[in-house]
């Protein structure tokens, strides 16, 4: 059943992108619980599999209903396109409580006898309580599931939030919600955003514009809604997470290696999407002020192409460096 988001004449011009680690860490969270999203992160999931068995996200996972309203207070949309998850896990802690009971009660709801077990009962009677425990835990859960990858993650999401800046630049909102998702459809005649997701709602965006944020853990699925008092937001998966957890430098052909040598093959090969330095350099594990150099003989080259994009440089491949780095071109 469709979610109908309507713009107004202002909101097209008040679209931004945001990368929140909080989100990150309550996805990562979900994945644990539901088989169906865990498909490209396996290789995630064997190496924190200790670390997560020693965490009790029951508390969590009572407040992740198949189907239904998740707490929006937990991870609400972030204030800032680049919000740490210090800065996000404060306003958790912030929570009115009253505004925590109601959150509650609507998530213990979805699932049939949640809010008669003994965690349902402790959140309702002390919600103030239980928004503190649950902040640790969302600490807890970062720490060990996702800030190790942190870097890895950061890197992947904010190329693809400038890839998508580029072409909300190029093409407009139309042609932009119309490669975010499949489940996307965009109707022009009433500038109505439709998502398919769970439940009917409709909402007008009266001026306060959409949070597009990509996301590593969502993967296949696409989230909207967040109520009043936060932003109207949608979460979609970050292009590129096939990829994710394999090393960039197995993707480099040998006989590339032997042409450019191996470290500057392995800089252009990494430059699936978009990528500045600090992030291809943790990608890579190499020290920034090596990648930067290779980044700079592969463009005075013709192989790559940079733009600024804020306060950083982005590299990608020219058609060129595409045509170079192509498995087929060993």
Sequence with gaps: MPYHLRFGEADPLRIRFAVSPLWEAHSAVRVLARP?????????????????????????????????????FLYPPPLGPAASFEEE?????????????????????ATPGAAESDEGRRMLADPGGAVGRLAELLRAAWEALVAPDWPRLRALLEADVAYHSRRLAEGG????????????DWAAETATLRVDY???????????????MP??????????????????????????????WTDARDRTPEALGRL????????????TEPMGTMALA???????????????????????ASRRYGHQVLYERTPLGLAVSQPGAE
């Design 36 to 72: 169906r999203q865990q498909g490209y992160h396996l290789p995630w999931m064997r190496r924190i599999a200790g670390a997560a068995r020693g965490l009790d996200l029951a508390p969590l996972h009572l407040l992740m209903p198949a189907r239904g309203h998740s707490p929006d």
């Design 89 to 109: 896990i404060e306003a958790v802690r912030r929570t009115d409580p009253a505004l925590a009971l109601h959150d509650f009660e609507r998530a213990l709801a």
């Design 173 to 184: 909102l139309e042609r932009l919600l119309g490669e975010l998702h499949p489940s996307f």
């Design 198 to 212: 769970h439940g009917e709602h409709v909402r007008p965006l009266d001026g306060q514009g959409l949070v597009l």
């Design 215 to 244: 996301s590593v853990f969502t993967w296949p699925d696409v989230v909207s809604g967040f109520d009043p008092p936060w932003q109207p937001t949608v979460v979609y998966p970050a292009r590129g997470i096939g990829g994710l």
């Design 260 to 271: 450019l040598g191996p470290v500057r093959a392995d800089v252009l090969c990494a430059l």
């Design 282 to 304: 943790h990608l890579l594990g190499r020290a920034p002020s090596t990648v930067s150099a290779h980044l700079a003989a592969l463009r005075d080259a013709g192989l790559l």
